[in-house]
T-cell receptor, first 116, second 113 residues
Framework: DTGVSQDPRHKITKRGQNVTFRCDPISEHNRLYWYRQTLGQGPEFLTY????????KSRLLSDRFSAERPKGSFSTLEIQRTEQGDSAMYLC??????????????FGEGSRLTVL | KQEVTQIPAALSVPEGENLVLNCSFTDSAIYNLQWFRQDPGKGLTSLLLIQSSQREQTSGRLNASLDKSSGRSTLYIAASQPGDSATYLCAVLANQAGTALIFGKGTTLSVSS
């Protein structure tokens, strides 16, 4: 595996349903990030992990959103009681920590959520 | 609060032209700056990363420059091709302990043959 992988690539759901996205980072990277991108906008930071610890959460991450990274490997992002405003591309990225490396982020192909 | 602006929002050029995409940021105390390419409906592909101590980076037909003091970066694309058509995003990492990239909205480039 040479890149960040995300699953599913596209999810269509009805309002009020729960959805879960999975991200598998580059294996030697211990930082993992979630971003959200809506049409015509740049990606917006949601949360990030260093190993299994969730170190920062954006104010964009409402109580309906939860992210986990058990054992510091893959991560999941769950959205409960989805709303139409949650429709977006959810992007995952990974990196080495800054200070020991360049801090370059590598992104996956994204998971597109459509809430009807 | 760091803000990143990209101008123009969209650009159309004929094949073969050299072009410049602009990125500006409000807080010059950055750790690095990264340029990405995004094709429609796809994820982000890293193009170039410039550390705060560097002035430019080159990869093939791409050259990115950084002027921290003025809060600006440019992405120069030489001899543009239709395959260069995509959205180009600029992002800055605030500092060594910074946790997340701050992105601009991107410049959508269309190169016609």
């Amino acid at each position: 595996d040479t890149g960040v992988s995300q699953d599913p690539r596209h999810k269509i759901t009805k309002r009020g349903q729960n959805v879960t996205f999975r991200c598998d980072p580059i294996s030697e990277h211990n930082r993992l990030y979630w971003y959200r991108q809506t049409l015509g906008q740049g990606p917006e930071f949601l949360t990030y992990f260093q190993n299994e610890a969730q170190l920062e959460k954006s104010r964009l991450l409402s109580d309906r959103f939860s992210a986990e990274r058990p054992k510091g490997s893959f991560s999941t992002l769950e959205i409960q009681r989805t709303e139409q405003g949650d429709s977006a591309m959810y992007l995952c990225a990974s990196s080495f920590p800054t200070g020991t490396n360049t801090g370059e982020l590598f992104f996956g192909e994204g998971s597109r959520l459509t809430v009807l | 609060k760091q803000e990143v602006t990209q101008i123009p929002a969209a650009l159309s050029v004929p094949e073969g032209e050299n072009l410049v995409l602009n990125c500006s940021f409000t807080d010059s105390a950055i750790y690095n700056l990264q340029w990405f390419r995004q094709d429609p409906g796809k994820g982000l592909t890293s193009l170039l990363l410039i550390q705060s101590s560097q002035r430019e980076q080159t990869s093939g037909r791409l050259n990115a420059s950084l002027d921290k003091s003025s809060g600006r970066s440019t992405l120069y694309i030489a001899a543009s091709q239709p395959g260069d058509s995509a959205t180009y995003l600029c992002a800055v990492l605030a500092n060594q302990a910074g946790t997340a990239l701050i992105f601009g909205k991107g410049t959508t480039l269309s190169v016609s043959s």
